[in-house]
């Protein structure tokens, strides 16, 4: 086995915990929006490794999806908490 044959099993393996976990720990709760970003970061992160390391994607297209990524969750945390902000701040 190689190395990136044994990277490549972490990320799968990856993969698989998070789904199950997230599905474990939300199943009575409702899935929401903070978990539904962690399965895609999740699932989407060791698939682009998966991809990038097998030589199926080039590096470029591997650095923009890995900052698109970093772009739009910053961007999306960054807008919940002002929402939560403005939930609390208006009051009864």
Do not use: H, Y
């Not at 939300?26 to 903070?34: D, P």
């Not at 591997?62 to 970093?70: E, F, K, P, S």
């Amino acid at each position: 086995m190689t190395t990136i044959q044994f990277v490549e099993g972490i990320a799968a393996v990856v993969m698989l915990l998070s789904v199950c976990g997230v599905l474990w720990t939300r199943w009575n709760k409702g899935i929401g929006e903070r978990a539904i970003q962690f399965v895609v970061v999740s699932v989407g992160l060791p698939v682009i490794l998966i991809l990038a390391l097998e030589k199926v994607i080039p590096a470029a297209v591997t650095g923009t999806l890995l900052g698109a990524i970093v772009g739009i969750l910053s961007t999306r945390l960054r807008t919940n908490d002002d929402k939560k902000k403005t939930r609390r701040d208006t009051g009864p």
